[in-house]
Nanobody, 118 residues
Framework: QVQLVESGGRLVTAGDSLRLSCAVS???????MAWFRRAPGKAREYVAA????????RYADTVKGRFTISRDRAKNTLYLQMNSLKPEDTAVYYC????????????WGQGTQVTVSS
């Protein structure tokens, strides 16, 4: 079955960097992948997305210039490099996969906690 497993979340201090990973298995094809996050008491928020084959990327304004989404196709792994972290980046980060051009993210991981202290 399709499985997405995030890793790399931990407690850091403001200004630090952190890289999240998402291992993907069970998908016959992957059209796009994305990172979302959910802070306590808030709705899920889009962070960044990448086209799996071509590598085109898109970012939310709140993270543009600080975060970088990338993928290793050979390893079936998605990454999110987070630099200059801020306390407001504190959230559970989820990776998601879309296997069609509709860009509907049908597959989700269970999330990894990122906490940024001031």
């Amino acid at each position: 079955q399709v499985q997405l497993v995030e890793s790399g979340g931990r407690l850091v201090t403001a200004g630090d960097s952190l890289r999240l990973s998402c291992a993907v298995s069970g998908l016959f094809s992957t059209h796009a992948m994305a990172w979302f996050r959910r802070a306590p008491g808030k709705a899920r928020e889009y962070v960044a997305a990448i086209m799996w084959s071509a590598g085109n990327t898109r970012y939310a304004d709140t993270v543009k210039g600080r975060f970088t989404i990338s993928r290793d196709r050979a390893k079936n792994t998605l990454y999110l490099q987070m630099n200059s972290l801020k306390p407001e980046d504190t959230a559970v980060y989820y990776c998601a996969a879309a296997n069609s051009a509709e860009l509907v993210y049908d597959y989700w991981g269970q999330g990894t906690q990122v906490t940024v202290s001031s």
